[in-house]
């Protein structure tokens, strides 16, 4: 199956920025969409940012215009650069591949560990 490894979290004062990686192996990452989903404390998971493998992008309400996710299909790995980032950031991110479906198979979703994101002064 599809692995998943997510880096680049860590502590961050307000206002400072972050570069998140999920680096993908396992299968045909140039035709999965890929998302970044976090999860805080007592909440439940959300989606922050998507790409598909055309391109096209769509992001939370909340990150919209401070966040980027981006995708290089040579290195199969996906971005997310974060910035002005805010408290209410805090939480774990997940890097998320959907594989799209085939004769054989529907669709199918992988995750990564998670890595720790914290904004705090």
């Known amino acids: 199956q599809v692995q998943l490894v997510e880096s680049g979290g860590g502590l961050v004062q307000p206002g400072g920025s972050l570069r998140l990686s999920c680096a993908a192996s396992g299968s045909i990452f140039s035709i999965y969409t890929m998302g970044w989903y976090r999860q805080a404390p007592g909440k439940q998971r959300e989606l922050v940012a998507r790409?598909?493998?055309?391109?096209?992008?769509n992001y939370a309400d909340s990150v919209k215009g401070r966040f980027t996710i981006s995708r290089d299909n040579v290195k199969n790995t996906l971005y997310l650069q974060m910035n002005s980032l805010k408290p209410e950031d805090t939480a774990v991110y997940y890097c998320?591949?959907?594989?799209?479906?085939?004769?054989?198979?529907?669709?199918?979703?992988?995750w990564g560990q998670g890595t720790q994101v914290t904004v705090s002064s």
């Open positions: 998320n591949a959907e594989r799209p479906p085939t004769y054989y198979s529907g669709k199918l979703n992988y």
């Open positions: 790409i598909t493998s055309g391109g096209s992008t």
